[in-house]
């Protein structure tokens, strides 16, 4: 059962009394009307981007309110997820004092956020199957633990983190939990997003760079309730979310159907690399994912990641993280560039 969870006594001191930035466009709330806009000291000649972006993106957030059933005020918006996730480092963690668990290997930037605030990180390895120590978490945790980090499906693995462990580490854990959905769109299983009403502890992060193909537009979003999303908003830099990529993403997401088409191709494109990566000798293992890369483990990775480089394909060697010795990612490309790849694979010597 959750202990009375409150999300008061989890935010820092300094944020909690801070007032926030008041910009122009924030105090005045009528932002589509014909009036003269004379406030913000903008350039009042059109460039269509001579105006300030609107700091509260209420046109792009309803989209997303109703593709995903949440309501806007559950919504945060930044410029990327990593940004998400800074902003929940400095709302909650008071530097030098708190901690955070992460559970390695995973994603890098939980680890660079916490030394860049000056958080200590407890790591707390997964198992072999890349599923979380519950027994080594509880004993890890302590009083100054605010946040715990779980990327499901998680990079580099590429598997889910078990529904179950999840929803007792949301039964126990004292702190927030941050479940990082960067991949969740080419999962089959649903987003823990449903479960927001339920866990008041709860934060999901997403993004638009993976399965959205706009990575370059940096857009993540973050869900949570009502009063955790306050808190971030509170923080967060006014325009953080640039009127080029407000229009875009308002533009990109009424055309969810090809989004669709093209998570499947990636999908059914990853089908075939599994059975082709099986097939290199020098390949021990491919692992199962749930997302749009795959992590295999082979003879040596140093020597193949060259190799490959050579013949102008870019993976990543994630042999450095703890229990992927060994291991390249690969992220699925088109129908011929995997083709290019699996062709090659089987050249080398
Ligand atoms: C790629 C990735 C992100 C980064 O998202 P941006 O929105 O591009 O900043 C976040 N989390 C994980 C696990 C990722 O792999």
């Known amino acids: 059962m959750i202990k009375k969870f409150n999300i008061q006594s989890l935010i820092r001191p300094n944020v909690a009394k801070m007032k926030p930035y008041s910009s122009a466009r924030d105090e005045f709330k009528d932002f589509d009307s014909e009036m003269i806009f004379l406030d913000a000291n903008e350039n009042p000649f059109e460039t269509n981007v001579n105006r300030y972006p609107d700091p509260k993106q209420q046109k792009l957030k309803s989209i997303i309110s109703k593709q995903k059933n949440i309501p806007s005020n559950q919504i945060l918006l930044g410029n990327g997820s990593d940004e998400v996730l800074d902003l929940i480092f400095r709302a909650f963690c008071e530097p030098s004092r708190d901690n955070i668990i992460t559970l390695p290997p995973t994603y890098g930037m939980y680890s660079v956020l916490a030394s860049l605030n000056d958080i ?13 120590d519950l027994d ?15 990327c499901s499906p998680n990079n580099p693995t590429g598997n889910l983190i078990a529904s179950e462990s999840i929803l007792k580490l949301l039964k126990t854990f004292n702190g927030l939990i941050v479940i990082d959905e960067a991949y969740i769109d ?4 649903e987003s823990w997003t449903t479960k927001l009403n339920e866990f008041p502890n709860l934060i999901v992060t997403q993004t638009l760079s993976k399965a959205y193909g706009l990575a370059g537009i940096r857009l993540g979003v973050c869900y949570a309730s009502k009063e955790i999303i306050a808190v971030l908003n509170k923080i967060k830099p006014p325009y953080n979310i640039n009127e080029l990529t407000q229009q875009f993403a308002i533009e990109q997401l009424q055309n969810i159907e090809k989004l669709k088409t093209d998570i499947a191709l990636l999908n059914d494109e990853k089908e075939s690399l599994l059975k082709a990566l099986v097939q290199v000798n020098f390949i021990e293992k491919v692992y199962p994912t749930h997302a749009n890369f795959i992590l295999i483990k082979l003879d040596n990775a140093e020597k193949r990641y060259s190799q490959l480089l050579q013949k102008g394909i870019v993976v990543r060697n994630r042999s450095s993280q703890p229990l992927c010795e060994n291991t390249l990612r690969i992220t699925i490309g088109t129908v011929s560039e995997n083709k290019k790849l699996i062709t090659i694979l089987k050249t080398l010597k």
């Open 186 to 189: 080419f999962a089959k299983e």
């Open 120 to 132: 200590e990180n407890r790591e707390v390895l997964l198992d072999l199957d890349f599923q979380p």
């Open 136 to 150: 080594e978490i509880s004993r890890t945790a302590d009083t100054r633990t605010k946040l715990l980090f779980i």
